[in-house]
T-cell receptor
Framework: EDQVTQSPEALRLQEGESSSLNCSYTVSGLRGLFWYRQDPGKGPEFLFTLYSAGEEKEKERLKATLTKKESFLHITAPKPEDSATYLCAVQGRSGGSNYKLTFGKGTLLTVNP | GAVVSQHPSRVICKSGTSVKIECRSLDFQATTMFWYRQFPKQSLMLMATSNEGSKATYEQGVEKDKFLINHASLTLSTLTVTSAHPEDSSFYIC???????????????FGEGSWLTVV
């Protein structure tokens, strides 16, 4: 069974204070690791897909990295508008042809001005 | 690109009635769509996987007769909550995996979610 653990559960940062969110995973045959952002009362917004260890992707102040056991979402010089819940999910081959996702519980990020 | 739209965004229904939520992929075709339920401050719980033209696959513990899923076309899946009760009140979110086209791949895109309140 695929499993995803995210830490910390909650993180408070001052504007401009860089940090990282962690996503540890176990999966039977990784198809992809995904990061989403979710604002309160909204559906998850796609950020990144990572497919293999060593891969990195960047978008504005966010950078996602992947190893064989974990992924990090690095946030550089965050702004208050980066405040959201960040969800990590894996897609393993045990999902068969349906490509279903297994989610972690998320990290609630609050960036204070 | 890769936009998934849900309708309605909010719905209130009386206990015992049925309510339908639509999920549309606006700019891509999706052979596979997923339905999730999310309780306050919790992560997404997968309810079922729907494949166009075939029966949905339900996760353990999800009542298939209560949560009817129809994936009649490559751009539309519907979730019908039958004989709704107050405990069915929740945030329901659909997602879709593009099948073919520039957005094809493993990435799954989510709708905006639908708030259901049963009174």
């Amino acid at each position: 069974e695929d499993q995803v653990t995210q830490s910390p559960e909650a993180l408070r940062l001052q504007e401009g204070e860089s940090s990282s969110l962690n996503c540890s995973y176990t999966v039977s045959g990784l198809r992809g690791l995904f990061w989403y952002r979710q604002d309160p009362g909204k559906g998850p917004e796609f950020l990144f897909t990572l497919y293999s260890a060593g891969e990195e992707k960047e978008k504005e102040r966010l950078k996602a990295t992947l190893t064989k056991k974990e992924s990090f979402l690095h946030i550089t010089a965050p702004k208050p508008e980066d405040s959201a819940t960040y969800l990590c999910a894996v897609q393993g081959r045990s999902g068969g042809s349906n490509y279903k996702l297994t989610f972690g519980k998320g990290t609630l990020l609050t960036v204070n001005p | 690109g890769a936009v998934v739209s849900q309708h309605p965004s909010r719905v209130i229904c009386k206990s015992g009635t049925s309510v339908k939520i639509e999920c549309r992929s606006l700019d891509f075709q999706a052979t596979t769509m997923f339905w999730y339920r999310q309780f306050p401050k919790q992560s997404l719980m997968l309810m079922a996987t729907s494949n166009e033209g075939s029966k949905a696959t339900y996760e353990q513990g999800v009542e298939k007769d209560k949560f009817l899923i129809n994936h009649a076309s490559l751009t539309l899946s519907t979730l019908t909550v039958t004989s709704a009760h107050p405990e069915d009140s929740s945030f329901y979110i659909c997602s879709a995996r593009p099948s073919g086209g520039i957005n094809s791949g493993n990435t799954i895109y989510f709708g905006e979610g639908s708030w259901l309140t049963v009174v």
